[in-house]
T-cell receptor, first 110, second 116 residues
Framework: TQLLEQSPQFLSIQEGENLTVYCNSS?????LQWYRQEPGEGPVLLVT?????EVKKLKRLTFQFGDARKDSSLHITAAQPGDTGLYLC??????????FGQGTILTVHP | DSGVTQTPKHLITATGQRVTLRCSPR?????VYWYQQSLDQGLQFLIQ???????AKGNILERFSAQQFPDLHSELNLSSLELGDSALYFC???????????????FGPGTRLTVL
């Protein structure tokens, strides 16, 4: 069974602070996706990383895939209240196995 | 608005009953994925259909089944319902036949199922 351990589970910070969310596994994934979900809505894809060591930036968000493709991180710089939401990582394999982390609930206070 | 529609939005039923959840993918998308989201299990992939055929299977229980029709809409059937089946059920769609590891999937707003 492939597991994705996501941490921290909860994060409450002030506007302007930086934060990092982690997803770790003992299994190798072909890809790692990060999603953001707001209450009452479905998840929205933020990024897909597929190459070990890959780093992608999306404005104030930086995503990294570990060299061994077993872990990933999401770093947000200068968080804003609009970043508030549930962040989910999802590991995928080429044969169709999809595994989600438990999620990180981020609250950014003005 | 992702373009994916799900009905009904809420469903309340009793243990032992059977329900059907419906999903219409975005125009042009051929793949439909079903997911279950609960507080204790988080988000879990159930099953994927592509152009009417089963493409990939996740943690779908034997009491659950799905199908995709010629017009590409999909239905998820849940039978012999138990209290633990209470959850949010999401449908997502993508244009590709890919397994969901690489594609951008567009999620619907979900159906909240409550089993009493």
């Amino acid at each position: 069974t492939q597991l994705l351990e996501q941490s921290p589970q909860f994060l409450s910070i002030q506007e302007g602070e930086n934060l990092t969310v982690y997803c770790n596994s003992s299994s190798v994934f072909s890809s790692l996706q990060w999603y953001r979900q707001e209450p009452g809505e479905g998840p929205v894809l933020l990024v897909t990383v597929v190459t070990g060591g890959e780093v992608k930036k999306l404005k104030r968000l930086t995503f990294q895939f570990g060299d061994a493709r077993k872990d990933s991180s999401l770093h947000i710089t200068a968080a804003q209240p609009g970043d508030t939401g549930l962040y989910l990582c999802k590991g995928g394999t080429s044969y169709g196995k999809l595994t989600f982390g438990q999620g990180t609930i981020l609250t950014v206070h003005p | 608005d992702s373009g994916v529609t799900q009905t009904p939005k809420h469903l309340i039923t009793a243990t032992g009953q059977r329900v059907t959840l419906r999903c219409s993918p975005r125009s042009g998308d051929l793949s439909v994925y079903w997911y279950q989201q609960s507080l204790d299990q988080g988000l879990q992939f159930l099953i994927q259909y592509y152009n009417g055929e089963e493409r990939a299977k996740g943690n779908i229980l034997e009491r659950f089944s799905a199908q995709q029709f010629p017009d590409l809409h999909s239905e998820l059937n849940l039978s012999s319902l138990e209290l633990g089946d209470s959850a949010l059920y999401f449908c997502a769609s993508s244009v590709s036949a890919g397994t969901g590891a690489y594609n951008e999937q567009f999620f619907g707003p979900g159906t909240r199922l409550t089993v009493l």
